[in-house]
């Protein structure tokens, strides 16, 4: 069974009741309001682990919503699922770069929402001390001294390469987008680019060898770091 709290931030009430119903099955507590106002209104009065959050809404879009949530420090450790009929390529990328830790396009199987939220979650429970070592499945990462360690071994990546991947590790499993990355490697240098990003993944998936594909492509938008 599964356990945490969820707000279901979502105007249609068959969708909401349907999300909230599997959820609480599952061993979820959930709590359901119908506009970002009202989802808004209580988070300040109740602590949640993940808000799945719908975009069209009343007021107060989930976009606007996600904003809001990603700018209040208090909210710093609470997850973002972003469901909407918005697919495009650039309706994703921007729910994307405004926090949220995943998109999910209507309409969806609900076996599939499960499994992103449960992994969200899984993700969200590692430690990301930077002052000290790190480990997320083969890899240790040791901020400090700008090192990783790949099933026991020390990986000699560039200045470059490491910060892309202590990037990639930072965002939890969630989708980064390529102008995300770019912030991230870029340090006032005019060189970093959209395209040396990618020649910059195909390096460090060389280097990290059989775990390089836990360095997963996202189509169109840019990598996340998944369990392979």
């Known amino acids: ?13 068959d969708i909401r009741n349907m999300i909230s119903y599997r959820l609480r099955r599952v061993g979820y507590h959930t709590v359901d309001v119908e506009s970002g106002e009202d989802g808004l209104a209580r988070m ?14 009343p007021g107060i879009n989930g ?14 450790n609470v997850a973002i699922i972003i469901v909407s009929a918005r697919g495009a390529e650039d309706d994703i990328v921007k729910g994307l770069e405004l926090g949220a830790d995943d998109y999910v396009t209507k309409p969806f199987s609900p ?8 992994a969200v979650l899984r993700r969200r429970s590692v430690t990301s001390d930077t002052d000290g070592p790190v480990t997320v499945g083969p890899f240790e990462i040791r901020p400090d001294l700008q090192q990783i360690s790949v099933g026991g071994n020390e990986v000699e990546l560039t200045q470059s390469e490491f910060r892309l991947f ?10 980064l987008t390529r102008s995300q990355l770019v912030q991230a490697l870029h340090e006032g240098r005019t060189n970093v680019t959209a395209r040396s990003i990618d020649v910059q993944v195909v390096g460090l998936r060389r280097k ?8 997963k492509t996202v189509r169109g938008i840019g990598y996340r770091l998944m369990d392979d």
């Open 1 to 13: 069974m599964s356990s945490g709290r969820i707000l279901i931030v979502e105007d249609e009430p």
């Open 44 to 57: 300040e009065k109740e602590s949640f682990d993940l808000v799945v959050l719908d975009v069209m809404l």
């Open 208 to 215: 990290l060898g059989r775990w390089g594909s836990w360095i």
């Open 111 to 118: 076996k599939v929402l499960l499994a992103r939220i449960d």
């Open 63 to 76: 976009l606007q919503a996600c904003q809001r949530i990603k700018m209040d420090p208090g909210f710093a």
């Open 166 to 175: 202590h990037a990639l590790l930072q965002g939890q499993g969630r989708v």
